[in-house]
């Protein structure tokens, strides 16, 4: 389960009520919820604001400290 998919289910949101929040389908929503989805800066920001949560907390692995992310990159 990717942490996107985990706060929205953890904030009561289906799939759908997030996609017509965010004016798109629910199949494009989806696709940003599997694991490794690019999701352009705009729609983070925005989907954040949503679900109340800092876009922040999409980027990062949980457990890794932010210096170590560019290890993890690479």
């Given at each position: 389960?990717?942490?996107?998919?985990?706060?929205?289910?953890?904030?009561?949101?289906?799939?759908?009520?997030?996609?017509?929040?965010?004016?798109i389908t629910q199949q494009a929503y989806g696709v940003y919820e599997k694991d490794g989805?690019?999701?352009?800066?705009?729609?983070?920001?925005k989907i954040a604001e949503?679900?109340?949560v800092d876009p922040n907390d999409f980027l990062y692995k949980e457990g890794l400290e932010n210096e170590s992310i560019t290890e993890f990159l690479y």
């Open positions: 389960m990717s942490k996107l998919q985990e706060v929205r289910k953890n904030s009561g949101m289906t799939q759908e009520e997030m996609a017509a929040k965010l004016g989805a690019v999701i352009p800066n705009k729609t983070l920001d949503i679900l109340m």
